[in-house]
């Protein structure tokens, strides 16, 4: 999108230019640069390497890790056989031109915490797959964090059915998802 004026989304709010540079020590850094909200001055750099997963976390040996769930920065807060939890906090970059979360990017953030929700429930940390996936949104996600909790609702042997909700950091509803999902387990 460069090259885009201002003027094309929301008052106040610009999509950032990118500048890529690379440091002396070879990682890969971006830089940027924009306005958002009432054209307040933001600037992000941030560095492209893995984030660690903290092993602090209930349930952190069923975190299984995911590129693009790391690459937004969406981090476990609890994995048990009862609920699975995440968290991302506010970027400009996962912002929509109306400066609330990213659709996309709460439906990942579903799609993610009922796949954990799924391992923490069997306690293996095994791959699953997205069958079907259903999200409703209620509210724009403005708050500093989204904070997203998955339930599995029943489990078969392969196929595993979940919901999941997207809140921000006041409480407030943002999203609701079901899912079916299916375990990669081995034939016996």
């Given at each position: 999108?460069?090259?885009?004026?201002?003027?094309?989304?929301?008052?106040?709010?610009?999509?950032?230019?990118?500048?890529?540079?690379?440091?002396?020590?070879?990682?890969?850094?971006?830089?940027?640069?924009g306005t958002c909200?009432?054209?307040?001055?933001m600037t992000h750099?941030?560095?492209?390497?893995?984030?660690?997963?903290?092993?602090?976390?209930?349930?952190?040996?069923?975190?299984?890790?995911?590129?693009?769930?790391?690459?937004?920065?969406?981090?476990?807060?609890?994995?048990?056989?009862?609920?699975?939890?995440?968290?991302?906090?506010?970027?400009?970059?996962?912002?929509?031109?109306?400066?609330?979360?990213?659709?996309?990017?709460?439906?990942?953030?579903?799609?993610?915490?009922?796949?954990?929700?799924?391992?923490?429930?069997?306690?293996?940390?095994?791959?699953?797959?997205?069958?079907?996936?259903?999200?409703?949104?209620?509210?724009?996600?403005?708050?500093?964090?989204?904070?997203?909790?998955?339930?599995?609702?029943?489990?078969?042997?392969?196929?595993?059915?979940?919901?999941?909700?997207?809140?921000?950091?006041?409480?407030?509803?943002?999203?609701?998802?079901?899912?079916?999902?299916?375990?990669?387990?081995?034939?016996?």
């Amino acid at each position: 999108m460069k090259g885009a004026s201002p003027s094309s989304y929301a008052p106040g709010i610009a999509l950032p230019p990118e500048i890529g540079t690379r440091s002396r020590d070879g990682v890969r850094r971006r830089q940027l640069a924009g306005t958002c909200e009432a054209g307040a001055s933001m600037t992000h750099s941030r560095t492209m390497q893995k984030p660690a997963v903290r092993h602090d976390v209930p349930g952190a040996e069923y975190w299984r890790r995911i590129p693009f769930a790391e690459h937004l920065g969406i981090y476990p807060i609890e994995i048990t056989e009862a609920r699975a939890i995440i968290e991302l906090p506010r970027k400009p970059e996962l912002l929509n031109s109306w400066g609330g979360a990213h659709g996309g990017v709460i439906m990942t953030m579903l799609d993610v915490v009922m796949s954990m929700a799924v391992r923490g429930h069997y306690r293996e940390n095994t791959g699953i797959i997205t069958i079907d996936m259903s999200v409703g949104f209620m509210n724009a996600g403005r708050g500093e964090v989204v904070r997203a909790e998955g339930r599995v609702l029943h489990g078969g042997q392969s196929t595993v059915f979940c919901e999941g909700e997207a809140r921000d950091d006041a409480g407030v509803l943002l999203a609701k998802a079901i899912g079916t999902f299916r375990r990669l387990v081995e034939k016996k």
